[in-house]
């Protein structure tokens, strides 16, 4: 049973705009988020993380967003480049547990 | 340099042999871990050990085991039993269990059973 999902496998960006990535879970003990960039054949790359007491977390230009009340969050990238083409994985992790809980990525490519 | 080394890059097999892959971290991390990814699939994870001399099965552990018998290793032996060995795997590490840390990963190694 999958308990993080990304229902888009895929998306096409221009360059300069912005890019929306989106990952929702089933399971309300998550209180921690992460989100990941992977190229083909390397191991994820941390973006930026972002805990269940806040709703917004911002790093440069990606900001993640938190909506607890959907289970829904969201990584948003602006202004999108080409090198941010990869491979996005949404994670979560409950505080009595200890594995993190990934989803199926969405492989965003931005056009030049 | 601190990080997560997993060797070799690629690996070839033949079918019913059993392979070894090797996962090291320099990070002074307690938790490790080993996750397969699959074409158009999330990572699942394999096993994980939160400290030396134990380890837990995740999702998907049929067909591999592991050890940790140094804080800093811990490999992971695909054995014949499992039954679609060809993957990518990787090996990840943090320095707790607690969900407030976050997860860093090695560069994976390409296993290809032939």
């Known amino acids: 049973d999958q308990q993080v999902k990304q229902n888009s496998p895929s998306l096409s960006v221009q360059e300069g705009r912005i890019s929306i990535l989106n990952c929702d879970y089933t399971n309300s003990m998550f209180d921690y988020f992460l989100w990941y960039k992977k190229y083909p054949a390397e191991g994820p790359t941390f973006l930026i993380s972002?805990?269940?007491?806040?709703d917004k977390n911002e790093d440069g230009r990606f900001t993640v967003f938190l909506n607890k009340s959907a289970k829904h969050l969201s990584l948003h990238i602006v202004p999108s480049q080409p090198g941010d083409s990869a491979v996005y994985f949404c994670?979560?992790?409950?505080?009595?547990?200890?594995?993190?809980?990934f989803g199926t990525g969405t492989s965003l490519t931005v056009i030049p | 340099d601190g990080g997560i080394t997993q060797s070799p890059k690629y690996l070839f097999r033949k079918e019913g042999q059993n392979v070894t892959l090797s996962c090291e971290q320099n990070l002074n991390h307690d938790a490790m871990y080993w996750y397969r990814q699959d074409p158009g699939q999330g990572l699942r994870l394999i096993y994980y050990?939160?400290?030396?001399?134990?380890?837990q099965k995740g999702d998907i552990a049929e067909g591999y085991s592991v050890s940790r018998e140094k804080k800093e290793s811990f490999p992971l032996t695909v054995t014949s039993a499992q039954k679609n060995p060809t993957a990518f795997y990787l090996c990840?590490?943090?320095?707790?269990?607690?969900?407030?840390?976050?997860?860093?990963f090695g560069p994976g190694t390409r296993l290809t059973v032939l």
């Open positions: 990840a590490s943090r320095p707790f269990s607690g969900s407030r840390y976050t997860q860093y």
């Open positions: 050990s939160q400290i030396v001399n134990d380890f």
């Open positions: 972002i805990s269940s007491i806040k």
């Open positions: 994670a979560a992790s409950a505080d009595t547990g200890n594995q993190f809980y």
